[in-house]
Nanobody, 120 residues
Framework: QVQLVESGGGLVQAGGSLKLSCAAS????????MGWYRQAPGKQRQLVAV???????NYADSVKGRFTISRDNAKNTVDLQMNSLKSDDTAVYYC??????????????WGQGTQVTVSS
């Protein structure tokens, strides 16, 4: 199994920056995709940014040009640098990782979430 531990959330003023980090641990794993999702009050969880093991990235349109995702495959960590934050970015941010099992299924894992609050 994979365990994810997030850090870096908090309160920031609009226009400011925050960096989220997530570390994966476990035994016998080779992680496929890592990334971040977020869920605002009353809304569904939605993709923010993901990055493959080959470092291909995908961003939500709302964060393109402001957020940057990066990954260290050797350390099994993924970071999300968030710049020019807006009040609409306020949400609980969840780290995500998946891996293929030996039987060919995709095992998905979520972190516990970290709160990001942007004050206007």
């Amino acid at each position: 199994q994979v365990q994810l531990v997030e850090s870096g959330g908090g309160l920031v003023q609009a226009g400011g920056s925050l960096k989220l980090s997530c570390a994966a641990s476990g035994s016998g794993f080779s992680i496929n995709t890592m990334g971040w999702y977020r869920q605002a009050p009353g809304k569904q969880r939605q993709l923010v940014a993901v990055i493959s093991s080959g470092r291909s990235t995908n961003y939500a349109d709302s964060v393109k040009g402001r957020f940057t995702i990066s990954r260290d495959n050797a350390k099994n960590t993924v970071d999300l640098q968030m710049n020019s934050l807006k009040s609409d970015d306020t949400a609980v941010y969840y780290c995500y990782a998946d891996k293929w099992t030996i039987v060919g299924t995709l095992l998905k894992t979520w972190g516990q979430g970290t709160q990001v609050t942007v004050s206007s």
